[in-house]
């Protein structure tokens, strides 16, 4: 290469150099722009369950401080339905400009297995923007019942096939999934029993109507603790800071086993990203506050921060991990 070749390829270079910041320049402008003036209104927080469920009350309690440390009101609104289906289906539809967000969770996962059709596309129209915490479940027995560890009851499960059954707040509900995969991975025949109230699930265990249930950590640990119902295993592959004794069920004696519930907040796919960034950032911030996560752990919230990146790719690993559980257990929508 000669010399006047040699500096012909850098002034190019230098060009191109020139020409590309002129293009990209006012695009950060405008992404940096939107970053400081963003929220200049109220945001609309979709909360797809009823008012005093958990969600709910984890969805106030970050409004509250997101509302504070970002100047415009963060409102909660309680869109119930479908196994969240409505209430998620609002998120979807909203405005791609970050003024609408919701709550989602496992039924978010759920839904499109159990729906025969969808009004949107779970995997591409959903934008997470970052993890909340997950819920694990814990398992409890009859206190009667004569078993005192996971081992003891699956083997008093296979001496009587059929003869013992698990309650649940419904089909296709986390701890109906949690009894199948129960069931499957032990290799036993429990009967499941729906219930309408999910209220109703813990009182009939104490009353030893039904055998056991898989039931939220919260509900259960004034029972446990008073010894009403044994604590057999908790459903998450660490142990439960509010239940510390109680092993998994993966080390009680089902290696791997793992299925709780989970929330994470998210938008309509296709919010600006910096938009996306800021609501991580206020999550995250909210998140870490000491009141928050001695509220969320009385609740039985393990909380799980996240980048917008990590809470996606936990989501779409959600979603193909439902869909062989939702079928195996038969449970249909509308």
């Not at 010399?3 to 405008?30: E, F, G, K, N, W």
């Not at 069931?183 to 209220?199: D, R, S």
């Not at 249930?213 to 998450?236: C, D």
């Amino acid at each position: 290469m000669n010399t006047t070749t040699h500096a012909l390829s850098r002034r190019q270079c230098i060009a191109l150099l020139v020409q590309t910041a002129m293009v990209a320049s006012p695009v950060m402008m405008a992404t940096t722009a939107l970053a400081q003036s963003w929220p200049s209104k109220p945001i609309r927080l979709i909360v797809p369950s009823g008012v005093g469920s958990v969600g709910d009350a984890v969805a106030r309690m970050l409004s509250n401080h997101m509302s504070n440390s970002m100047g415009q009101a963060v409102v909660v609104e309680n869109v119930t339905g479908a196994g969240g289906l409505t209430g998620t289906t609002q998120v979807v539809r909203g405005q791609k400009d970050g003024y609408t967000v919701g709550v989602i969770s496992n039924n978010t996962a759920i839904n499109p297995v159990i729906y025969k059709t969808m009004p949107f596309d779970t995997a591409t129209e959903i934008g997470p923007i970052g993890r909340i915490g997950e819920t694990p479940l814990v398992l409890v027995s009859n206190a009667a019942l004569p078993a005192a560890d996971l081992r003891e009851l699956i083997a008093l499960a296979k001496s009587k096939p059929g003869g013992m059954n698990y309650g649940s707040g419904g089909n296709g509900s986390v701890p109906h999934l949690a009894g199948v995969m129960l069931v499957t991975e032990a290799g036993v025949n429990i009967v499941h029993v729906p219930y309408k109230e999910t209220g109703r699930v813990l009182a009939d265990v104490v009353g030893g109507q039904i055998q056991m249930a898989f039931v939220g950590i919260g509900s259960a640990v004034s029972l446990i603790q008073a010894g009403t119902v044994r604590a057999i295993g908790v459903t998450a592959l660490r142990r439960s800071s509010s239940l510390p004794q109680v092993p998994t069920m993966s080390e009680a004696g089902l290696p791997g086993f793992h299925i709780s519930g989970w929330m994470a907040l998210a938008g309509p796919a296709g919010v600006p990203k910096a938009v996306v960034d800021r609501l991580n950032h206020e999550l995250n911030a909210a998140l870490s506050l000491p009141e928050v996560r001695e509220r969320l752990q009385k609740l039985g919230v393990e909380i799980q921060t996240s980048s917008p990146g990590e809470a996606n790719e936990f989501f779409l690993k959600e979603l193909d991990k439902y869909g062989p559980l939702v079928r195996r257990s038969g449970a249909v929508g509308g």
